[in-house]
């Protein structure tokens, strides 16, 4: 009797399994929509205008041109059932790469998409988020005319450039964590009618607060990332002319003590940089002109650390998580209190900075 139990089971099992398998949906490519860039904007009347990029395989096997599909509803949930009626295959969103909100979207609030979108399984945690300074609308057309790499130019400008590592887990990390806000990647057309990778735009709550530029970018990846490749330039006010020295950021370690009774932040930043360009009245080979140039290094960059943090204090937005840090030196913390203290936060700045591979150029 035991045995023939055992071979029952085995056979009822076995029967689940052959059923799962076949209740198992298969999707073919070539069957499918995929979209890779999708985008979101307002129209006059506050509804949603979906715009979506995807590679339309059935065209031709070889080709890799995206098409273009636009529709607009009340409601970030319809938007992929409007646009499968204007397909011969089924709208997939597996494939996203990027997400892309138009500038005047971003600014009134991106919760709709995040709660109907962003949040569900099928939605791959490493895809890109961006703001466009233009609509989402243009950004996809300006797109539409070349291929689809907007994920790579991202991806590009994190690894080679000056923009820190984001996706939509570190998004979705500060979206909702405590003591933290949100950021992600500008991108603009120019004048050749390119996407351009634009530095960082900065969210509070789910609305798009604050745009860094060029400088202020790269002050927040110095402080927030490990490592970073991007040239910072300082100007220099010599005799006759302008002169320029420009170090190239290697690697870089951060440290932020919380002093209780004081009520006070002690930030303490270890650098490894590269200087690729000197006036030539400096030799770095000499010591005393290496300790002037890093002087000169620390002093101007101390200036824009502080510049950079009294404006975030100022837009009352903190992409830096300096609420989270306190959080875990203090266990008294309340989210409110120390938010209304935040603006008056007193920080002090520490460098110590080491510079390596100097006096290659002059």
Same mark, same amino acid.
């Not at 059935?58 to 319809?78: I, R």
């Not at 405590?178 to 990647?185: A, C, F, R, S, T």
């Not at 002050?219 to 300082?234: G, K």
């Not at 002093?299 to 300096?322: Q, R």
């Given at each position: ?6 071979? /029952? ?32 904007? &307002? ?20 080709? =890799? ?7 607009? @509803? ?28 138009? *500038?005047?979207?971003?600014? @009134?609030?991106?919760? =709709? ?19 466009? !300074? /233009? ?32 996706? &939509?887990?570190?998004? +979705? ?14 991108? @603009? ?14 969210? %509070?709550?789910?609305?798009?607060? +604050?745009?860094? *530029? ?25 005799? =006759? ?24 932040? *002690?930030? !303490? &930043?270890? +650098? ?30 101390? %200036? ?6 009294? @404006? ?5 937005? =903190? ?40 006096? +290659?150029?002059?």
């Amino acid at each position: 009797m035991g045995k023939w139990r055992k071979v /029952n089971i085995v056979i009822i099992v076995f029967i689940c399994f052959v059923s799962l398998v076949g209740c198992a949906r298969t999707k073919i490519v070539d069957k499918l929509s995929i979209i890779h860039v999708f985008g979101f904007d &307002l129209d006059d009347n506050g509804n949603v205008i979906g715009s979506a990029l995807f590679p339309e395989y059935t065209k031709s096997k070889g080709s =890799d041109k995206s098409q273009y599909l636009e529709e607009t @509803t009340d409601a970030v949930a319809l938007l992929r059932p409007k646009m499968s009626t204007h397909t011969s295959t089924p709208v997939a969103l597996s494939k996203i790469r990027v997400l892309v909100f138009g *500038n005047e979207f971003a600014k @009134t609030g991106v919760n =709709d998409v995040v709660e109907r979108l962003l949040l569900t399984p099928e939605i791959a945690t490493h895809i890109q988020i961006a703001v466009s !300074s /233009n609509s989402a609308k243009e950004t996809l057309n300006s797109l539409k005319k070349g291929d689809l790499t907007l994920a790579d130019q991202i991806k590009q400008n994190m690894t080679g450039q000056q923009l820190p590592k984001m996706n &939509l887990h570190v998004f +979705l990390n500060h979206f909702y964590g405590e003591g933290m806000d949100p950021y992600v990647p500008m991108i @603009t057309i120019d004048e050749n009618d390119k996407i351009q990778v634009e530095r960082v735009g900065i969210f %509070k709550d789910d609305k798009l607060k +604050l745009h860094l *530029n060029e400088k202020e970018t790269f002050i927040f990846s110095t402080l927030e990332n490990y490592r970073t490749q991007a040239i910072y330039e300082i100007i220099l006010d010599g005799e =006759d002319r302008t002169e320029v020295l420009l170090i190239q950021a290697f690697r870089n370690k951060r440290k932020w003590d919380w002093v209780k009774d004081e009520q006070k932040l *002690n930030l !303490s &930043l270890k +650098l490894i940089w590269t200087v690729t360009h000197h006036p030539d009245r400096f030799n770095l080979e000499n010591p005393h002109d290496l300790e002037t140039i890093k002087g000169l290094i620390k002093k101007d960059l101390k %200036k824009d650390i502080e510049e950079l943090l009294n @404006t975030f204090k100022e837009k009352g937005v =903190d992409p830096l998580g300096i609420g989270n840090i306190v959080r875990s030196q203090d266990r008294d913390w309340d989210e409110t209190s120390f938010y209304e203290q935040y603006p008056a936060l007193p920080i002090n700045v520490d460098i110590q900075l080491k510079i390596i591979h100097s006096g +290659l150029q002059g």
